[in-house]
Nanobody, 119 residues
Framework: QVQVVESGGGLVQPGGSLRLSCAASGFTFSSYAMSWYRQAPGKERELVAVITTAGGSTNYADAVKGRFTISRDNAKNTVYLQMNSLQPEDTAVYYC????????????WGQGTQVTVSS
């Protein structure tokens, strides 16, 4: 049974930090590129960051470059998103996505975790 479970969201003040985690099970984690997406109220879901299967390459949305860092631990089947210097515009539900490196139509989503940046 495939499971993708995000955690670590919450309420944080502007300028603060949060670390999101995404724990995966039920599939071969190391064969999947992992991504974080977010969706703010009234907006479309957008890609935040992506990391390749072995973690050798990452890519970020321009809005988060220099503030967010994606990483993964294939031994723990977990991907992380370290978010620093958070701003109110980062408020959104953050989703974890797993996409197979070869069969790109095979992908799994988590249920999301809420991040709210507010004073």
């Amino acid at each position: 049974q495939v499971q993708v479970v995000e955690s670590g969201g919450g309420l944080v003040q502007p300028g603060g930090s949060l670390r999101l985690s995404c724990a995966a099970s039920g599939f071969t984690f190391s064969s999947y590129a992992m991504s974080w997406y977010r969706q703010a109220p009234g907006k479309e879901r957008e890609l935040v960051a992506v990391i390749t299967t072995a973690g050798g390459s990452t890519n970020y949305a321009d809005a988060v470059k220099g503030r967010f860092t994606i990483s993964r631990d294939n031994a723990k089947n977990t991907v992380y998103l370290q978010m620093n210097s958070l701003q109110p515009e980062d408020t959104a539900v953050y989703y974890c996505n797993a996409r197979h490196r070869a069969y790109r139509n095979i992908n799994y989503w988590g249920q999301g975790t809420q991040v709210t940046v507010s004073s």
